[in-house]
């Protein structure tokens, strides 16, 4: 079994049973610990909590009016890359062909040469996150292993991938195979590091937004 | 006829021209990409040189190489290969049969010793002692090791003999594998291919009469002039895989206007081989064009890859039953993880206050 084989077979089923185990353990752990009751009584004005939730998300798209101007470099940078993840993994051909061996649904892809434009400035967005995270004294002192190394699995794919894609350096067969052995070990950590967001940010949100909204607060 | 004539001599007497040799020389002089100068110079070798020996063992095979060889569209170009060698043995191509055949092999052997060059097409079963494929009351694996034993070099034509081909797929009942495998001690030359691009057996063994030398290899022993890229780096349709356009089907508007076949499971990207440049039936079209995707199949087990019509980029692996082994796992872990926190905290909440 040469590299591609085996990152096409085996490393992939693994890594995606190792993602889908995770995600349902640490989902449902959560979800399923007990709920402190809100023994404060509602606002009268108090919108039903499924309203709340969706308020709290909505309204935690963008960073309050107070905070914007300081937080604007990071909310833009940070849409611009996780919208071009977005843009790559749903509108690559060979993604979506991938996709679809999993899921059987499938639509129109883009154009390759919109990727890869767009793999490149999330790559430059990417390194930006990384470059604010080394330099901000605070953030610097708040960074673990775990953010660094949920940075480094992110990064990997779209560097990989716009790699390979180009053809750059190596038999494609190499690159692909590496692309997909990246892809597995960003499967592999999602769920037990920072990158469990991806499911979490929806909780965390709209419990944040039920919170607030109960007690008439707008933030 | 004589095996002490030269080539030249021979050349002559078959009403073969000097120009036409010329003409050949040039061509598997561009073929190899060798320098302009070496026509000139594989011509005079060969006028030269005496036919070199060469015996051809068919093992597990479907005769598919040695038709791509002598049935060639343009036969006059691959026929001249025959002028260059002496083909000692070859069962589908000799006149005898029998003892007499198996004479002929063993007294080119005595003749030529260390100097034959041995060309296998298919694979050797080795299971049960090889039994699965013999020939003369004797198993591939005895008569290859024995006719291996004092010959020059060996070529492995076929995917078959080079890399196990289709006999050697899963589950493999004979126990098949290349050449290579068996014949460790003496340079194998791999000419891959399901069956190989006629020029490229022809180009190899020339360059071989020629030269004297092995032609430059890449990392599976195949001769890099014929397998230096893939088909998707030469395809003609590789623009349309560039700007993202694919065909989804075989018969639908992207592909009779010609995109690119990677969503109908294309292997070029992966495939190393000249079909692309050369093409088949002297020149008229190879399998992309015809409207179908690459196999694969001058590559390594390209039976047992997933399957012909899956695209690249897909997952190989039939992972439902390992994935919803993992999802119930995973809920299973979650709930009682969460269950465990509930009656911890209940057994707390049970505890006297102090």
Known sequence: ????????????????AVFVFGVAWRLLSLLLLPWARDLAVARATAPPALVGAVKGFVRHLWPP?????GALIVTVNGYVFHLGLAVIVFGLAQHILFLRGLFGVHWPNLPSGVISAVAVVTLASLFVA????????VLKLISTSNDYFSWFVTMLPVATGLIAVSHLWAPYETL????????????VWLPFGKLMHAFLVFLTRAETGIVYSRRGAEI | MSRRETIGELLVQRGISRRALLKYSAYLATLMALPPTAARAIADALAAARRQSVIWLSFQECTGCTESLTRSFNPTIE????NLISLDYHETLQAVSGAAAEEARLTS??????KYVLVVDGSVSTKDGGVYSTNAGKTNLQVLRETAEH???????????AFGGIPHAHPNPTGAVPVSEIITDKPVINISGCPPIPEAMAGTIAYLVTFGKLPDLDHLNRPKSFFGDTIHDRCYRRPFYDKGLFAKSFDDEGARRGW????????????????????????VSFPIQSGHGCLGCSEPNFWDKGGFYRPLSTSTGSPAAVIGGAAAAGVGIGVASALLVRRRKSDAAKEPHS
């Open chain 1, 130 to 137: 990384l470059g604010r995270r080394l330099t901000n004294p």
């Open chain 1, 176 to 187: 692909l195979a590496v692309h997909m052995l990246s892809v597995s070990l960003l499967l």
């Open chain 2, 79 to 82: 026929d001249m290969i025959f």
């Open chain 2, 151 to 161: 010959a020059l070099a060996l070529i492995s034509v076929g995917t078959c003999a």
């Open chain 2, 109 to 114: 052997m005595r003749e030529n010793k260390g």
């Open chain 1, 1 to 16: 079994m040469n590299l591609l084989a085996f990152a096409r077979g085996p490393a992939l089923t693994v890594a995606l």
């Open chain 2, 260 to 283: 690119c076949l990677y969503e109908v499971g294309c292997k070029g990207p992966v495939t190393y081989n000249a079909c692309a440049t050369l093409k088949w039936n002297g020149g």
């Open chain 1, 65 to 69: 009016r107070p905070l914007a101007r």
